[in-house]
């Protein structure tokens, strides 16, 4: 299983960005997908996951209001769409996907994971 992470980038305080992941290879039964991300110096944290069937969805309630989640299962990927980006977004942003039934919020739950994309936001 490949998960490739996409649509990163430099963007100005206020602005929008939208994340993509695409998970290739064995793809069947990928039930949770989820983003985290990671800061400079700072440890990887949980940003939003979603069920299969897109009925469950979790933010970390630093971007509630502000990023959403979303997934398409007949293209096997999942996106972010960020609005109203911060300075404090500013991270490297990895997908991850599990075989898993219920939506987890912890990085130890999920078994595959991106390589990560770059956002940068300046003030």
């Known amino acids: 299983v490949q998960l490739q992470a996409s649509g990163g980038g430099l963007v100005q305080a206020g602005g929008s960005l939208r994340l993509s992941c695409a998970v290739s290879g064995r793809t069947f039964n990928m039930n949770v997908m989820g983003w985290f991300r990671q800061a400079p110096g700072k440890e990887r944290e949980f940003v939003a996951a979603i069920s299969w069937s897109s009925d469950s969805a979790y933010y970390a309630d630093s971007v509630k209001g502000r990023f959403t989640i979303s997934r398409d299962n007949a293209k096997n990927t999942v996106y972010l769409q960020m609005n109203s980006l911060k300075p404090e977004d500013t991270a490297v942003y990895y997908c991850?996907?599990?075989?898993?039934?219920?939506?987890?919020?912890?990085?130890?739950?999920?078994?595959?994971w991106g390589q990560g994309t770059q956002v940068t936001v300046s003030s």
């Open positions: 991850a996907a599990d075989r898993n039934y219920q939506v987890y919020t912890v990085t130890w739950k999920y078994g595959y």
